[in-house]
């Protein structure tokens, strides 16, 4: 199904519904962040090495744990108003509350408890802008941003809609969660 959301797009963007309808038989897979909708790209082997690292990383940590470790695609609905609904795919997220969001469909219908992103040279502005402030609007609670170009991870901590902590890590130094204790990753394993 070919997808033509620039003819949808008005002063206000496209609407959650109108989003659900365009995508709803489409093999493509979009995003869809304060009304704008981002074709996501095929992933390049770069970035499929650090999710794949990251989740290698987070995955012995979660087992016997009530938080459980997920990697895109897997939509994740935020709103920040009724009236401005997301839908993204982070690339690995962390859910601690799966067994009362899971709706009967199947699909996770809750909030991360902490969502990561690769950035790459064509993502960098929407991740570090427009998804940093939609996952602090929207109760996300800790942001991991993976650039394999400065081969650093950076760790927002955010509380009440605020920015608790920030921190980068580089190569050579191991990345912790602020919010879950013993959750680190040795940040030069990520990169190739």
């Known amino acids: 199904m070919i997808v033509n959301f620039t003819e949808l797009q008005n002063n206000f963007g496209v609407t959650y519904q109108e989003f659900q309808e365009m995508t709803r038989n489409s093999e493509e897979r979009y995003e869809l962040i304060d009304g ?3 074709l996501l790209a095929s992933p390049k082997i770069v970035h ?4 794949t690292e990251m989740l290698a990383q987070f995955y012995p940590w979660s087992k016997g744990r009530e938080c459980m470790v997920f990697t895109a695609p897997n939509d994740i609905i935020l709103a920040k ?4 609904i997301s839908v993204v ?4 997220m962390v859910i601690c509350d799966l067994e009362e969001k899971l709706g009967k469909d199947g699909y996770y219908k809750g909030i991360p408890a902490l969502v990561a992103e690769i950035i790459s040279e064509s993502t960098r502005s929407k991740d570090l802008v427009k998804k940093l402030d939609l996952y602090l609007e929207c109760r996300v609670q800790e942001y991991w941003v993976v650039n394999p170009l400065n ?3 950076t760790v927002y901590q955010f509380r009440d809609r605020e920015v608790m902590d920030t921190n980068t890590y580089r190569q050579e ?3 912790l969660s602020g919010i879950f204790p013993g959750l680190a990753i040795e940040v030069n394993k990520l990169f190739m």
Do not use: F, G, S
């Open 81 to 84: 108003n009724p009236d401005n």
């Open 151 to 153: 081969k650093e991870v």
């Open 48 to 51: 499929q090495y650090c999710i």
């Open 89 to 92: 795919q982070p690339d690995l």
């Open 36 to 38: 704008e909708v981002y």
């Open 173 to 175: 130094e191991t990345a």
